[in-house]
C-alpha cells in the first residue's frame, strides 16, 4: 500500500494558462476526492467519485474547473484559464468501499501558484 | 450540513494531556464524528472517529456526551511531534459531507 500520490507536487503558471493534475488513489479505493485549501484554512471540498461516476460538484467548482476519473482509478483535475485566486493547494483523498462511515486517505497535495 | 466550532489554536507543555473540544450543535442523526490532523504542507491525516459515548486507540481518544453537540478530541502525553491542526468534522460519511473549518492548530512547547 503505497498510499496517495499526487503529481506535480507543486506547479507554477501565468494567469491565463491550464494546468492539469494527477491523483492516483490507494488500490482498490472506489472513493476519490478533491479538495482545495487555501492558506490558513481547512481543506473545502470540490467533488467527489465513486468508482468512474462524479457523484457530488461543489459550488466552488466554476466552469473552469473539470475532473474525471475515466477507468474509476485514477482522476485527473484541470483548471482552465487559470486566475490568481486558483493558487492553493489541491488535495486528493481517497476512500475504500464497504465502509459504514467514510475514512479517507489523503495525497499530499498539489500546490499552485498562479503568476 | 452540520458545521463545527473549534478553538483556533492551543499551546500545551510536552508531556501533558491535551483536550481540544469541539461543538456541533446541529448534528444530525446518522453523522459520525471524525478527527483529522494536519501537518505543514502534507495533508490532513484520520485520528479517530465515533458516533456516541467514549472511542479510544493507540493515538487519541474521543469523548462524546449523550447529546452529541460536543466531542471532545484527547492526546495523551503529546510530543514536539503532535504540533499540527487538527480538524473536527461531522458528517453522514460520504461524498460532500464533510465540512473541514478552520481548525485547531496546537502548539506543543517544550
Known amino acids: 500500500d503505497t498510499g496517495v500520490s499526487q503529481d506535480p507536487r507543486h506547479k507554477i503558471t501565468k494567469r491565463g494558462q491550464n494546468v492539469t493534475f494527477r491523483c492516483d488513489p490507494i488500490?482498490?479505493?472506489?472513493?476519490l476526492y478533491w479538495y482545495r485549501q487555501t492558506l490558513g484554512q481547512g481543506p473545502e471540498f470540490l467533488t467527489y467519485f465513486q468508482n468512474e461516476a462524479q457523484l457530488e460538484k461543489s459550488r466552488l467548482l466554476s466552469d473552469r474547473f473539470s475532473a474525471e476519473r475515466p477507468k474509476g482509478s485514477f482522476s485527473t483535475l484541470e483548471i482552465q484559464r487559470t486566475e490568481q485566486g486558483d493558487s492553493a493547494m489541491y488535495l486528493c483523498a481517497s476512500s475504500p468501499p464497504g465502509q459504514v462511515t467514510d475514512t479517507q486517505y489523503f495525497g499530499p497535495g498539489t500546490r499552485l501558484t498562479v503568476l | 450540513l452540520a458545521k463545527t466550532t473549534q478553538p483556533i489554536s492551543m499551546d500545551s507543555y510536552e508531556g501533558q494531556e491535551v483536550n481540544i473540544t469541539c461543538s456541533h450543535n446541529?448534528?444530525?442523526?446518522?453523522?459520525?464524528i471524525t478527527w483529522y490532523q494536519q501537518f505543514p504542507s502534507q495533508g490532513p491525516r484520520f485520528i479517530i472517529q465515533?458516533?456516541?459515548t467514549k472511542v479510544t486507540n493507540e493515538v487519541a481518544s474521543l469523548f462524546i456526551p449523550a447529546d452529541r453537540k460536543s466531542s471532545t478530541l484527547s492526546l495523551p502525553r503529546v510530543s514536539l511531534s503532535d504540533t499540527a491542526v487538527y480538524y473536527c468534522?461531522?458528517?453522514?460519511?460520504?461524498?460532500?459531507?464533510?465540512?473541514f473549518g478552520t481548525g485547531t492548530s496546537l502548539t506543543v512547547i517544550p
Open positions: 488500490s482498490e479505493h472506489n472513493r
Open positions: 446541529n448534528i444530525a442523526t446518522n453523522d459520525y
Open positions: 465515533g458516533y456516541k
Open positions: 468534522l461531522v458528517g453522514e460519511g460520504t461524498g460532500n459531507q464533510f465540512y
